[in-house]
C-alpha cells in the first residue's frame, strides 16, 4: 500500500510544480489553490509512505515520479523542447526509480 500511496504523491508533486508554474508568482487564484491542495496531498502521501519505506528510497522514488511526469507534461502540453537526448534523460530517470524499488 505505501508504495501505491508513494506513486500517487510522485504525481500529485507534478500536479502542484505545474500549478506553481501557471500561478504566475501566486496572483492567480485557481492555479495557486490547485498548488496549495496539490502540495498537500502530496507531501501527505509521502509522509504516510515513509512511515514504511526508507527516506532515501521513498524520497527518491517521489521525486523521479514527479519531475519525470512534469517533464512529460511540459513536453506533450506545454511545448516544451523535445529532444532523443532528453527522452533518454527521463527514460534512465525512470529506470533509476524502478532500480530503488526493486533493489530497496
Not at 507534478?14 to 506553481?20: K, N, Y
Not at 509522509?47 to 507534461?73: D, E, K
Request: with cysteine; hydrophobic share 55%.
Amino acid at each position: 500500500m505505501a508504495w501505491i500511496v508513494l506513486f500517487v504523491s510522485g504525481l500529485f508533486e507534478s500536479v502542484w510544480a505545474l500549478a506553481l508554474s501557471r500561478s504566475e508568482g501566486f496572483s492567480r487564484p485557481v492555479p495557486s489553490v490547485i498548488f496549495g491542495v496539490g502540495l498537500l496531498l502530496s507531501m501527505g502521501g509521502l509522509g504516510y509512505a515513509l512511515r514504511t519505506i526508507p527516506v532515501g528510497t521513498g524520497y527518491a522514488v517521489w521525486t523521479g515520479i514527479g519531475a519525470s511526469c512534469t517533464a512529460i507534461v511540459g513536453m506533450i502540453a506545454l511545448g516544451e523542447s523535445t529532444s532523443v537526448l532528453r527522452i533518454l534523460s527521463l527514460v534512465l530517470v525512470v529506470a533509476g526509480v524502478i532500480g530503488l524499488k526493486i533493489f530497496h
